[in-house]
């Protein structure tokens, strides 16, 4: 079956991919799936409105209702529909991606991003076009709503605010001009004094670019060190990922503070920690040294979230500063853990760099290849490699110096290679390795 959904719904440029028309039959298709209450809100792009218009038209033509929340970050949304009624969500995203792309996301009634088998049951009602159509008595009707305040409160409601006040933290917010506008700053100054950067909403994303990468967020590096702030923060394009700087202006990777976030929830409450099989080993050494364990998963934050479901575990995230947090809900939340490493620099009355610091060190080296014919390549890579192997989510090869991963990408003609190892030449040392003989594998395919 074709197949339409990426990792994190379905993504594309603007007016190219992403097309009202587009927007329209996938609309139907998720209309007809949900057939009931549905949320809606969208990130700060400049297609926001012209896709969003696109999906309610076609949700209120299958008979569903539309509740329109505006412009918000991903995780309110989620928050709201998991809290409520409502019976299923849509959220006009592209996340992190440049400002040409637009996205459309799709959330369960629980609040968290759809399995696959259920994103399977749309993909075949859309490209079948087997559309319901409601009779011109059932058509649904548009209502607005806000989400903002209530998701505020529902964060705020899971830390101790008062321990955090206390401390009296001096915070720098970059909001990216993305979604976050509308709820970081409202959420941080209820327990920080805070400096904001890219406050502004604006799809051109004039400040920077949507990603929190050390390139994109260098203002944001500098202005914690000019103001001798405790901490800073930067958002992607929709807020549910939040990426951390530290008190010195040092950025921050995300496998760092999965670490310290999972070893903090491990050390309160014992259980697993799920994360996908490209996260840093950093993060397994250290949540076991606090007595926890760790699941491995696919990557994407919906495989992980789900198998969080499924297990009971006390935490989970990504590498790429998405934290997911499941006494408040099922999906990464940017605002949940802003306020949470708040929380732990608090109670452990530490430096963020000196939490850090107890993390160990290794190094991560990425690579990738082009490649028309990944499954052709994948299944000869298996047949060459030896040792010890995970096959999760793509080839996982573990040696003496570390471990490499082979893997697929799910929406370009590229295969990556990820090599981790505690000395940085061997890291790089195994990555080139492993991609000149996925290279030659590729030429022969």
Known sequence: MQKLFGTNGVRGISNESMTPEMALRLGKAIGTYFQGNIVIATDTRTSNEMLKDSVISALISTGCNVFDAGIAPSPALQYYVKESDA???????????????????????????????KEEEIEKLYFEEKFRAAAWNEIGKVYDMDVLDFYIEGVLSKVDVDKIKEKKFKVVLDCGNGAGCYTMPYIMQQV????????QPDGNFPGRNPEPTPENIEALMKMVRECKADVGIAYDGDADRAIFVDEN?????GDKTLAIMAGYMVEKKGGSI???????????????????????????APIVARKMMEIGATFGGEENGGLIFPEHQYC????????????LMASRDMKISEIVGEVPLYHLTKTKVKCENKEEVMKRMLERVEGRIDTTDGIKIYTEDGWVLIR???TE??????????????AREMA??????????AGRA
Do not use: Q
């Open 274 to 300: 799920v994360t996908p099989v490209s996260t840093s080993s950093c993060v397994e050494e250290y949540v076991k040294s606090k007595g926890g364990d760790v699941i491995y998963t696919k990557v994407g």
């Open 408 to 410: 697929p990408s799910g």
């Open 332 to 343: 990464r939340d940017g605002g949940m853990a802003s306020v949470a490493i708040l929380e």
């Open 413 to 426: 003609p590229i295969i990556r290679v990820y090599a981790e190892s505690k000395d940085a030449s061997k």
């Open 249 to 253: 202006g040092n950025y921050i990777y």
């Open 87 to 117: 019976d299923g969500g849509v959220i006009i995203t592209a996340s992190h991606n440049p400002p040409e792309f637009n996205g459309i996301k799709v959330v369960d009634g629980d609040g968290a991003e759809l399995a696959r088998e």
């Open 192 to 199: 920080a004094d805070v400096i904001t950067l890219n406050a």
């Open 432 to 441: 080139e390795k492993f991609r000149k003989m996925v290279e030659m594998e």
